[in-house]
């Protein structure tokens, strides 16, 4: 089997104790020798501030390549690509661009009167001044999407507005992803669609992310981590669902795996380990 190139997904760190586990987490994983890795805003654009501080302290002190997340919730065109200008002032050159969840006890995504109207537009407007983008897809189907064939169009769109690639919300059968990538090929996606891989690190919190994002759990895998969960063979569970799940992804032509890491390490490089991906290089340019 073929080795797959590798991206891990963190998130900025809201306190001091925060700041080490992202740092640990990044040390962790620098030896796999990424291609990239990507740093997310919080809900409704509320991590903005810790997102730029976070992608530029890791740009600065590593050699890591850096996608900074990019939504245009809350915000004008003109806030949104003054964040972008800054990105690039900070030699970051690759934007995850999203929509982005609306803010907290608020009622379907509102563009701002002067904002982008979504992800489209938003993904235009940085392919146009040069940024590679990276967008989201989902395997099965946006919550807001009206079907799953609208869901695909909307994914096209972004791609001929400049989309290099699409990362997909994390799912628990590879048959999911591989029904979803043919589809895509189907209505004309050629861009590469790169599986978004969750390792169940936290049993109850994967549940309310599989809840928001509409992620189906198939009934023989839910009791079987319900089971699991708090016993010291979770952890075995998790990294041999992880592991078979990406072993046959990268037997069905997958080349690239992106890891959502929760800023917790070990099983993604335990996963990583077990498909035979080994240490590379060490993490370089430390401040």
Known sequence: MPVPSLS???????SLPASFRLWDCVQTLAPLDPAFVSVTYGAGGTTRKLTHEAVEAITKTTDLPVAAHLTCVDATRAQTLEIAKTYKAAGVSHIVALRGDPPEGTVGFQPNPDGFAGSI???RALADRGFDVTVGAY??????????QACIDHLKAKIDAG????????FFE????LRFRDACANSGISAPIVPGVLPVENWSGVQKFAKSCGAHIPPLLRDAFDKADGTESADLMATAHATE???????EGVDHLHFYTLNKPEL????????????????????
């Open 8 to 14: 891990f997904e963190f998130f900025p760190p809201k």
């Open 121 to 123: 537009e938003l993904t």
């Open 139 to 148: 395997p099965e189907t946006h919550p807001d999407a009206s079907s799953p």
């Open 163 to 170: 989309a290099s690639r699409a990362i997909t919300q994390f």
């Open 174 to 177: 590879a048959e999911t992803f």
């Open 245 to 251: 799940l990406c072993d046959i992804l990268c037997d």
């Open 268 to 287: 993604t490089r335990d996963v990583c380990h077990a498909l035979g991906i080994s240490p590379k290089l060490s993490l370089q340019n430390v401040a």
